[in-house]
Structures are given as structure tokens and as C-alpha cells.
């Protein structure tokens, strides 16, 4: 039995503008002020692919 609250929309996968394909999740805890500021984007998906991205290349540079 499908749950309710689902929508076809839920089930479509992010879009993005990396090449790769997006098949997996990640989940990290922030504070409320941090939640507000990245909901406020947008497209608050996109614009944390972007900043995750964005320090991994940093790292990579070391």
C-alpha cells in the first residue's frame, strides 16, 4: 500500500548539473540557524552538491 504523504514527486531523482548521476543519500546534522539560511536557497539540493563539492576540490588542492 503506497503511503499517502508520497507524491510522484518524491519519487523523481534530484536534478543536477553534475555529471554523475545522483544514486545515493547523505545525512549530517546542522544547527536551526544553518537549516534556515540553506532553505532559503533556491534550490537547497543543488546548493549543497555545489558546497560539498566546492571543499572536497579545496582538500583535494592541499
Given at each position: 500500500?503506497?503511503?499517502?504523504?508520497?507524491?510522484?514527486?518524491?519519487?523523481?531523482?534530484?536534478?543536477?548539473?553534475?555529471?554523475?548521476?545522483?544514486?545515493?543519500?547523505?545525512?549530517?546534522?546542522?544547527?536551526?540557524?544553518?537549516?534556515?539560511?540553506?532553505?532559503?536557497?533556491?534550490?537547497?539540493?543543488?546548493f549543497c552538491l555545489r558546497?560539498?563539492?566546492?571543499?572536497?576540490?579545496?582538500?583535494?588542492?592541499?
Amino acid at each position: 500500500m503506497p503511503n499517502p504523504k508520497e507524491t510522484p514527486e518524491n519519487l523523481k531523482p534530484i536534478k543536477s548539473d553534475m555529471e554523475e548521476q545522483l544514486t545515493t543519500t547523505l545525512s549530517f546534522r546542522v544547527n536551526e540557524f544553518m537549516k534556515q539560511e540553506v532553505k532559503a536557497k533556491d534550490d537547497p539540493p543543488e546548493f549543497c552538491l555545489r558546497a560539498i563539492q566546492k571543499a572536497l576540490d579545496e582538500d583535494r588542492e592541499k
